[in-house]
DNA sequence: GGACAAGATGCGAAAGATTTTCAGTTTTCC
DNA sequence: GGAAAACTGAAAATCTTTCGCATCTTGTCC
């Protein structure tokens, strides 16, 4: 149930937060930007504001609810948290997307850190093409 | 000289042009975000609007001349294409980046794509973490 | 069940980054 | 040198995201 996640995130058990929850887990997509929520809210009727759902997002992301991406088109992405880092390969035309785990990149990637003594935090990999259905249409 | 990789770009050869092509090959950064290039056009006293350093910018990428990159930091950065394509390693604190370059990942990626059916266009790897200097301070 | 404080929400305004518009200017090409 | 095409600065417009604040809810205590 939400209302479990949400209350062990910290946070109180309000509409918004159920419904905003309900639908990152409900809707097909795995990747939704703040607007694509908004939208799905007002299909339903429900009295959200914008700035809510980027409040409600934010926190969830701080509560490792959700994890925000930059793919490279302005808005952010939000993704329900699977526990699993990933990472993810974007159609440039329909916007697609696809995630993968590689653990020999995984390895490289701290390889590489560690020999510039840097000390990861996070890391984003994104390959940018055009998907199978995509590649037919010009 | 300038005036002819611009003219190679197919792009007129205009002051703001090469006032700011100049800028990206001598300032010392290799990222600068259009701010950037604007503070430094203003410090040298050049009439040049910032409507004008994104227009070129983004003439420029479509040229090839220079590559644009999204970093979580809300703004995007531009960088000389120097050729090679590279990855990167950007530290959360001071904003520093460091280029690498691994055969090893590149390799996986275009597997990974091809496993997917998707044809890769672009990718973007970027690693972040705290530079050697910042992991002391707290 | 009712009162309260802390925390949430909605709305409009604001901010930050980037793009577009538009009228005037500069380049290119012959 | 002159016309057409391309370019430019400034201001206005977009777009995404955040803020300010008055109002409403939730969780808790009696």
Chains 1, 2 share one sequence.
Not at 37 to 63: H, M, N, P
Not at 90 to 102: N, P
């Amino acid at each position: 149930m939400e209302n479990e996640q949400i209350k062990q995130a910290g946070l109180k058990v309000t509409a918004p937060r159920v419904k905003i929850l309900s639908i990152l887990e409900r809707s097909g997509k795995r990747h939704m930007s703040a607007e694509d929520v908004y939208k799905e809210l007002l299909s339903q009727d429900e009295e959200i504001g914008l700035a809510t759902v980027y409040r409600v997002l934010t926190q969830f992301e701080g509560a490792g609810l959700v994890c925000r991406r930059h793919f490279e088109s302005g808005q952010s992405v939000f993704e329900l948290n699977s526990g699993e880092h990933h990472d993810h390969l974007v159609c440039i035309k329909c916007g697609a997307v696809v995630e993968f785990l590689d653990p020999t990149i995984e390895t490289r990637q701290k390889r590489i850190a560690a020999e510039h003594h840097f000390k990861i935090e996070d890391h984003s990999l994104v390959v940018y093409g055009l998907c199978p259905e995509c590649q037919g249409k010009r």
